[in-house]
């Protein structure tokens, strides 16, 4: 894959090796729902080093008191596609405990593997925070263009994407079509097959997460 300024791929050890039994087809709903928490708080950690708007605050330790920077409360929104970016949610939620969230919901299409929006509610003054979209799969790339363009259209200007696993076709259409949103991917995947799914990926994350097949 070509190389995008604006994407980041972790291929950090301790998230491969989640991702390994995350893949695994023998891994149970409650620990494939586990580790999807676990892994979004790793990349939630690292992507969100840069950029989280802080403010000063008096602090009085034992000893004298000092001026801290923390981060300013409701600085971020998190904006999970439905269903399966809700799995992400509380993994962003144990580092932003104070997030609100909106919900964006999509389904591909299974023939044109287009995407189909079917709602949308998103958290008022959102066009002011920082959003973090989540998904843990980036496969063509449709969904997370159109939630983005959706996100865009309700003012929002600072956007970091999140997926657990990404396609190359798919990670490049997100990164050209909207090159000023930072893209982090856990893990580069190999293709798509010709029914749009990721390999050798994990199979449906929805499903997985919330045990519909
Ligand atoms: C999956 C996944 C993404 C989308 C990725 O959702 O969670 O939203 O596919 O594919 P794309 O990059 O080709 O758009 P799906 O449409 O299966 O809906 P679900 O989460 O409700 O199962
Ligand atoms: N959505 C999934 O859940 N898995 C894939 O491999 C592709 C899209």
């Known amino acids: 894959m070509k ?3 604006n994407v980041v791929v972790f291929d950090h050890p301790l998230i491969k090796h989640k991702i390994a039994i995350l893949r695994d087809e023998k891994t149970s709903m409650k620990e494939f729902r586990e580790l999807v ?5 790793l990349m ?3 992507s969100l080093k840069e950029g989280v708007p802080t403010v000063e605050k008096q602090v009085k330790t034992p000893l004298e008191t000092c001026v801290q920077q923390v981060v300013e409360d409701n600085a971020v929104a998190v904006v999970p596609i439905l269903r399966a970016g809700l799995g992400m949610v509380n993994g962003v939620h144990r580092l932003f405990p104070l997030a609100k ?4 919901g999509m389904y591909r299409d299974e023939e044109t593997l287009e995407p189909k929006p079917y709602y949308c509610k998103l958290p008022d003054g959102i066009e002011e925070k920082l959003v973090l979209l989540v998904d843990p799969m980036l496969a063509t790339g ?13 003012g929002c200007k600072n956007i970091k ?10 990670v490049s259409r997100v990164a050209e079509s909207h090159p000023d949103v930072e893209i982090y991917v856990s893990t580069l995947d190999r293709c798509l097959n010709d029914k749009g799914y990721i390999l050798p990926g994990l199979g449906d994350a929805g499903d997985r997460l919330f045990g519909t097949k």
């Open 3 to 5: 190389q995008y300024e």
């Open 37 to 41: 928490e676990e892994i979004t708080t």
């Open 44 to 46: 939630t950690f690292e």
């Open 101 to 104: 969230v909106g919900h964006i």
């Open 142 to 154: 449709g969904s997370a263009c159109d939630a983005i363009q959706l996100l865009k259209e309700r």
């Open 161 to 170: 994407f999140m997926a657990i696993i990404g396609a190359p076709e798919g």
